[in-house]
């Protein structure tokens, strides 16, 4: 007898104007949002919130992340950053969940001459793309965070920087997405089809099959499995970047503010929790999915880290996790049409995708109700990638 599963006839089968195919923070922005506009939604994820959003330290910080020749990643971040505090005002509202946003800027810090040199050059950067930020000595960093050590030379300080609890926001749109008719099917995607009628099938790893006007691919580092192959498709430039993040535990107040810092040239940041957690990363390695959380990983984020704020080493280690960052050649997200009519991309955020959530939503329901996409959001259509 042969295990594959019987065809049903597209009439037979679920139906929902969109779905949704990964459960991170863009896809349940995505269809939060879509079921807001009025449409029948579902997400196909086979564990919502445990990819790169659970690992993710949360960080709106388009100004502190500002990179040479990434100026239009900037530009959307820019514009996302402004859109967070609505989307967080509804999303608190429509779900009762509170998600720990906080909007204390942060403070970037070196602490050697050629660290502090790297940083002069980036906020003379910074300052000429007009973003706000302050030139601090190391007397002027501690007194904003007086856990930073003696050897902090100075710093930058990006006061509209902010930060929010990912898994909060995880928790919050699954609760608002509930709430507005959205459903959750707890299962992996496997392909997409072109179905009658102009809509599209989805096979999920079960065998069994939903069907849909209109698909999202939203599966983070893992999106080229659907969306490579199919018909007018562009190859999906998707690579996993594997990060490496710690949490810790220690009194309130610790820290105030997301610090930020070059260690011999080596980024690492601490982003506080108003419960007292410290979340601490990260490490970027290009190992595929590798999924291990390596001795030398842990210990080159505490020795950093300790370069710059000695009392972490006096914390409690409650959890180290690994997420795998989805990254594209330019860095920008792939948001927009790719291949047959009715098929969304909404991948490639890299480390943004907390903070891009509000304008990849925004783009995808504009996509999906033929409203105007956000014009800051054109540089991310995925036929840049078409030869």
Known sequence: MSDTPTARPASDLPRYDVAVLGGGVAGLSIAWRAARAGLSVAVVDPAPGTGATHASAGMLAPVSEVTYTEEPLLRLGLASLAAWPGFRAELEEDSGVAIDHRADGTIEV??????????????????????????????????????????????????????????????ALLTALS?????????????????????????????????????????????????????????????PVKGQILRLRGPRGFLTRCVRGLVHGTPVYLVPRGDGEITLGATAEELGFDQRVTAGGVYGLL???????????????????VGFRPGTPDNLPLIGPAGPPGVVAATGHHRAGVLLAPITAETVVALLTGAPVPEVARSCDPGRFLP
Do not use: K
């Open 110 to 171: 070196a602490g050697s001459a050629d660290d502090m040199a790297v940083l002069d050059e980036l906020g003379a950067f910074e300052t000429a793309l007009g973003l706000r930020v302050e030139r601090l000595t190391g007397r002027e960093c501690r007194a904003l965070e007086p856990m930073l050590a003696p050897s902090v030379r100075g710093g930058l300080l990006a006061r509209d920087d902010a930060w929010v609890n990912p898994r909060l926001v995880v928790r």
């Open 179 to 239: 709430r507005a008719g959205g459903a959750v099917v707890l299962d992996r995607a496997v392909a997409i089809t072109p179905s009658g009628g102009g809509d599209l099938r989805v096979r999920r790893e079960s065998g069994e099959e939903i069907h849909a006007g209109r698909v999202v691919v939203a599966a983070g580092a893992r999106s080229p499995e659907l969306l490579d192959g199919l018909p007018g498709a562009p190859d999906t430039p998707v690579r």
């Open 303 to 321: 020795r950093d880290a300790r370069e710059l704020v000695p009392g972490v080493t006096e914390l409690e280690l409650t959890e180290t996790t």
